[in-house]
Protein backbone atom coordinates (compact mmCIF):
# COMPACT_ATOMS: atom_id res chain seq x y z
CA UNK A 1 0.00 0.00 0.00
CA UNK A 2 1.53 3.29 -0.94
CA UNK A 3 1.90 5.85 2.03
CA UNK A 4 2.51 8.94 1.72
CA UNK A 5 4.65 12.13 4.67
CA UNK A 6 2.94 15.01 5.43
CA UNK A 7 3.90 17.53 7.74
CA UNK A 8 1.99 17.98 10.83
CA UNK A 9 3.38 21.03 12.58
CA UNK A 10 4.12 23.52 9.17
CA UNK A 11 6.78 25.69 11.60
CA UNK A 12 10.14 25.20 11.81
CA UNK A 13 13.48 26.91 11.56
CA UNK A 14 17.00 25.52 11.06
CA UNK A 15 17.54 23.21 14.31
CA UNK A 16 14.21 22.98 15.40
CA UNK A 17 12.64 19.44 15.61
CA UNK A 18 10.12 18.90 12.60
CA UNK A 19 7.29 15.66 12.93
CA UNK A 20 6.06 14.07 10.59
CA UNK A 21 3.13 11.50 10.51
CA UNK A 22 2.99 8.30 7.72
CA UNK A 23 -0.51 8.68 6.75
CA UNK A 24 -2.43 6.02 4.29
CA UNK A 25 -4.84 6.74 1.42
CA UNK A 26 -7.87 8.62 1.94
CA UNK A 27 -11.23 6.78 2.15
CA UNK A 28 -12.65 8.59 -0.35
CA UNK A 29 -10.55 6.85 -2.79
CA UNK A 30 -11.03 3.09 -1.00
CA UNK A 31 -14.72 3.46 -1.39
CA UNK A 32 -14.55 4.44 -4.89
CA UNK A 33 -12.40 1.35 -5.75
CA UNK A 34 -14.73 -0.29 -3.63
CA UNK A 35 -17.48 0.48 -5.29
CA UNK A 36 -16.11 -0.08 -9.04
CA UNK A 37 -15.15 -3.50 -8.01
CA UNK A 38 -18.78 -3.89 -7.19
CA UNK A 39 -20.11 -2.43 -10.48
CA UNK A 40 -17.83 -4.29 -13.15
CA UNK A 41 -19.23 -7.52 -11.08
CA UNK A 42 -21.21 -8.00 -14.66
CA UNK A 43 -18.32 -7.67 -16.93
CA UNK A 44 -15.89 -9.73 -15.05
CA UNK A 45 -18.23 -12.32 -12.61
CA UNK A 46 -19.26 -12.05 -9.44
CA UNK A 47 -15.89 -13.96 -8.46
CA UNK A 48 -13.63 -11.13 -9.78
CA UNK A 49 -15.41 -8.40 -8.31
CA UNK A 50 -15.82 -10.38 -5.04
CA UNK A 51 -11.72 -10.76 -4.91
CA UNK A 52 -11.56 -7.27 -5.80
CA UNK A 53 -13.48 -6.12 -3.09
CA UNK A 54 -12.06 -8.46 -0.87
CA UNK A 55 -8.72 -6.83 -1.42
CA UNK A 56 -9.26 -3.51 -0.99
CA UNK A 57 -11.52 -4.24 2.21
CA UNK A 58 -8.13 -5.37 3.63
CA UNK A 59 -6.41 -2.42 2.81
CA UNK A 60 -9.19 0.00 4.27
CA UNK A 61 -8.55 -2.23 7.54
CA UNK A 62 -4.94 -2.18 7.04
CA UNK A 63 -4.98 2.24 7.02
CA UNK A 64 -7.50 1.60 9.92
CA UNK A 65 -5.23 -0.15 12.31
CA UNK A 66 -2.27 2.46 11.25
CA UNK A 67 -4.50 5.14 11.92
CA UNK A 68 -5.13 3.49 15.35
CA UNK A 69 -1.69 2.74 16.01
CA UNK A 70 -0.80 6.49 15.28
CA UNK A 71 -3.11 8.07 17.08
CA UNK A 72 -1.84 6.31 19.77
CA UNK A 73 2.04 6.92 19.74
CA UNK A 74 3.93 10.62 20.45
CA UNK A 75 4.64 11.60 17.46
CA UNK A 76 6.45 14.67 18.21
CA UNK A 77 8.80 16.37 20.46
CA UNK A 78 8.30 19.74 21.74
CA UNK A 79 10.33 21.98 24.44
CA UNK A 80 7.68 23.64 26.91
CA UNK A 81 9.84 26.36 28.70
CA UNK A 82 12.55 24.15 28.33
CA UNK A 83 11.78 20.81 29.01
CA UNK A 84 10.90 18.30 26.33
CA UNK A 85 7.88 16.24 26.23
CA UNK A 86 6.13 13.72 23.24
CA UNK A 87 3.08 14.64 22.37
CA UNK A 88 0.73 13.47 19.75
CA UNK A 89 -0.35 16.26 17.03
CA UNK A 90 -4.11 16.76 16.11
CA UNK A 91 -3.76 19.02 12.90
CA UNK A 92 -7.04 17.92 11.52
CA UNK A 93 -10.75 18.53 12.36
CA UNK A 94 -11.56 14.74 13.56
CA UNK A 95 -7.99 14.68 15.47
CA UNK A 96 -8.97 17.93 17.09
CA UNK A 97 -12.19 16.90 17.98
CA UNK A 98 -11.51 13.32 19.70
CA UNK A 99 -8.54 14.47 21.35
CA UNK A 100 -7.74 12.46 24.69
CA UNK A 101 -11.17 11.30 24.39
CA UNK A 102 -11.56 7.58 26.19
CA UNK A 103 -7.76 7.85 26.88
CA UNK A 104 -7.25 5.84 30.24
CA UNK A 105 -3.93 7.17 31.49
CA UNK A 106 -0.92 9.58 30.08
CA UNK A 107 2.24 9.66 31.17
CA UNK A 108 3.93 12.28 33.16
CA UNK A 109 6.23 14.01 29.87
CA UNK A 110 3.38 12.82 27.15
CA UNK A 111 0.79 15.04 25.79
CA UNK A 112 -1.62 16.25 22.60
CA UNK A 113 -1.27 19.34 21.24
CA UNK A 114 -3.82 20.66 18.65
CA UNK A 115 -2.73 22.54 15.63
CA UNK A 116 -4.69 25.09 14.12
CA UNK A 117 -4.25 27.12 10.70
CA UNK A 118 -4.67 30.71 12.19
CA UNK A 119 -4.95 32.37 15.59
CA UNK A 120 -8.26 31.86 16.84
CA UNK A 121 -10.21 31.71 20.23
CA UNK A 122 -10.13 28.31 20.98
CA UNK A 123 -12.67 26.08 23.13
CA UNK A 124 -12.30 23.37 24.54
CA UNK A 125 -14.49 20.64 26.87
CA UNK A 126 -13.79 17.40 28.74
CA UNK A 127 -17.04 15.09 27.76
CA UNK A 128 -15.96 11.52 28.02
CA UNK A 129 -12.45 12.19 28.51
CA UNK A 130 -11.34 10.37 32.12
CA UNK A 131 -8.40 12.19 32.65
CA UNK A 132 -7.64 15.44 34.61
CA UNK A 133 -6.05 17.74 32.08
CA UNK A 134 -4.15 21.02 32.21
CA UNK A 135 -4.38 23.24 28.79
CA UNK A 136 -1.90 25.87 27.86
CA UNK A 137 -3.20 28.08 24.99
CA UNK A 138 -0.25 29.02 22.80
CA UNK A 139 -0.20 31.85 20.25
CA UNK A 140 1.45 31.99 16.84
CA UNK A 141 4.91 33.29 18.56
CA UNK A 142 5.12 29.83 20.58
CA UNK A 143 4.22 31.91 23.85
CA UNK A 144 1.27 30.52 26.17
CA UNK A 145 -1.49 33.32 26.67
CA UNK A 146 -3.75 30.90 29.12
CA UNK A 147 -3.51 28.35 31.03
CA UNK A 148 -6.77 26.38 32.71
CA UNK A 149 -7.36 22.93 34.39
CA UNK A 150 -10.14 21.24 33.15
CA UNK A 151 -12.00 18.26 35.13
CA UNK A 152 -12.89 14.73 34.11
CA UNK A 153 -16.12 14.05 32.33
CA UNK A 154 -17.55 17.62 32.13
CA UNK A 155 -19.32 19.66 29.38
CA UNK A 156 -17.66 22.99 30.97
CA UNK A 157 -16.36 25.18 27.98
CA UNK A 158 -12.85 26.27 28.53
CA UNK A 159 -12.19 29.40 26.41
CA UNK A 160 -8.50 31.25 25.57
CA UNK A 161 -8.31 34.37 27.24
CA UNK A 162 -6.76 35.28 23.50
CA UNK A 163 -6.38 34.21 20.91
CA UNK A 164 -4.18 31.49 20.22
CA UNK A 165 -3.33 28.98 17.39
CA UNK A 166 -2.15 25.90 19.19
CA UNK A 167 -3.22 24.14 22.86
CA UNK A 168 -1.40 21.62 24.62
CA UNK A 169 -3.29 19.06 27.49
CA UNK A 170 -1.03 17.78 29.85
CA UNK A 171 -1.47 15.95 32.98
CA UNK A 172 -3.48 18.01 36.00
CA UNK A 173 -0.72 19.78 37.70
CA UNK A 174 2.24 18.95 34.84
CA UNK A 175 2.52 23.28 34.01
CA UNK A 176 2.57 24.31 37.94
CA UNK A 177 5.16 21.12 38.41
CA UNK A 178 7.64 22.22 36.07
CA UNK A 179 7.42 26.40 37.11
CA UNK A 180 5.86 26.70 33.20
CA UNK A 181 3.20 29.67 33.26
CA UNK A 182 1.62 32.25 30.89
CA UNK A 183 4.49 33.56 28.96
CA UNK A 184 6.70 30.87 28.78
CA UNK A 185 7.94 29.62 25.21
CA UNK A 186 7.13 26.40 23.51
CA UNK A 187 9.49 25.56 21.13
CA UNK A 188 8.41 22.92 17.64
Known sequence: ??????????????GRVRAFRMSGPRWGIVLSVTALAACGAGEQGDSGAR????????DAESVAEASQEAAADPVARILVGGIEVQ????????ERERGLMFRESLSDEEGMLFVYGTEQTLSF?????????????IDATGSIVDIQQMEPFTEQT???K????????MRKGWFADHGVAVGAQVEF
Do not use: G
Open 1 to 14: MDRYCRESITRSAP
Open 51 to 58: AATADVTQ
Open 87 to 94: VEIADEPD
Open 125 to 137: WMKNTPLALDIAF
Open 158 to 160: HLS
Open 162 to 169: RPAMYALE
